[in-house]
């Protein structure tokens, strides 16, 4: 999945998820945003894998061998 990062007026740093709604996180650097964001993705893979609902997004992430 795709990562965008850019700087805000005030210097924090934004990353963001398009392909995840609502995934999107300031951190101070750069980094630190990305890694939070990633985290963030995962929590709402994992509540997707828990509720049962297909996701797109999980093919990405798991594959299942016959």
């Known amino acids: ?5 850019e700087t ?3 210097g924090r740093f934004i990353a963001e998820v398009p ?3 609502g995934a999107m996180v300031y951190g ?5 945003a ?6 963030l993705v995962l929590r709402i893979l994992a509540d997707r894998i828990d509720s049962g609902e297909n ?4 093919a990405e992430v798991f594959t299942v061998s016959a």
Not at 1 to 5: C, D, K, L, S
Not at 34 to 39: A, G, H, L, N, T
Not at 55 to 58: G, R, V
Request: charged share 50%.
């Open 19 to 21: 392909a995840i709604p």
């Open 55 to 58: 996701s797109d997004e999980l």
């Open 8 to 10: 805000e007026d005030d």
């Open 34 to 39: 990305i890694r939070k964001v990633e985290s």
């Open 28 to 32: 101070d650097t750069a980094d630190e």
């Open 1 to 5: 999945m795709r990562i965008e990062v």
